[in-house]
């Protein structure tokens, strides 16, 4: 069993600039004891498969917000899937995804049968992200289980 806090990556995708998305997720998620890599703004895909490789990590995070992400995601985590199953973890999604507001239920649909664990959207999306986290057992000695 391990001894260690749970392990975020955080990014978004290449085109994508903004970075307080990635500043805000990184305190919720520390707040509730996780360790977070936030690999800042216009992320390489190859960054993120690498940072996968050596971080042992229990979830990835894609914040995007400059409106690209519904057309970018796609390749982002068609590369993710090739990273080796066992350092493979959960992969959600969150943010402004497109340049005509809030995607609709087909395109969740379609981005989770891809293999997003789970697209958070609109205003409730931190705390249905809060809510997801819950799913991890973070123990007083930072024991993580994955739900
Ligand atoms: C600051 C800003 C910039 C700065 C960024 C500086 C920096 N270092 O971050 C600069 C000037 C660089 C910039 C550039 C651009 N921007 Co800008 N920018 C903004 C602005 C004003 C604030 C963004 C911000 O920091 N918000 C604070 C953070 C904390 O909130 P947030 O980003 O909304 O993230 C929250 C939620 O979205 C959600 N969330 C986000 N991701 C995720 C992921 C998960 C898993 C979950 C659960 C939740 C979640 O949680 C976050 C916290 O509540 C917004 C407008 C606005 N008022 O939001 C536009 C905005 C994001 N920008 C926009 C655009 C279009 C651009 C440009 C294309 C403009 C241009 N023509 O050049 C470029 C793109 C550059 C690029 N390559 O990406 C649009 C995006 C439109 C869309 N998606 O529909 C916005 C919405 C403005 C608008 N209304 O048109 N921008």
């Given at each position: 069993m391990s001894s260690r806090p749970p392990v975020a990556v955080v990014t978004t995708i290449s085109s994508d600039a903004h970075t307080w998305n990635l500043v805000h997720l990184q305190l919720v998620l520390e707040e509730r004891g996780w360790q977070v890599i936030n690999l800042g703004s216009c992320t390489p895909v190859d960054l993120v498969v690498r940072s996968l490789t050596e971080a042992d990590a229990d979830l990835l995070v894609v914040s995007t917000v400059n409106g690209h992400g519904l057309l970018e995601v796609p390749s982002l985590l068609d590369a993710v899937l090739r990273v080796?199953?066992?350092?493979?973890?959960?992969?959600?999604?969150?943010?402004?995804?497109?340049?005509?507001?809030?995607?609709?239920?087909?395109?969740?649909?379609r981005l989770r049968e891809r293999?997003?664990?789970?697209?958070?959207?609109?205003?409730?999306?931190?705390d249905a992200f809060r809510s997801y986290l819950s799913g991890f057992?973070?123990?007083?000695?930072?024991?993580?289980?994955?739900?």
């Open positions: 080796p199953e066992r350092l493979r973890p959960p992969v959600v999604l969150g943010g402004k995804l497109t340049t005509h507001g809030e995607i609709g239920d087909g395109e969740v649909r293999g997003f664990a789970e697209v958070f959207r609109g205003e409730t999306a931190v057992a973070v123990t007083s000695t930072s024991t993580a289980t994955a739900a």
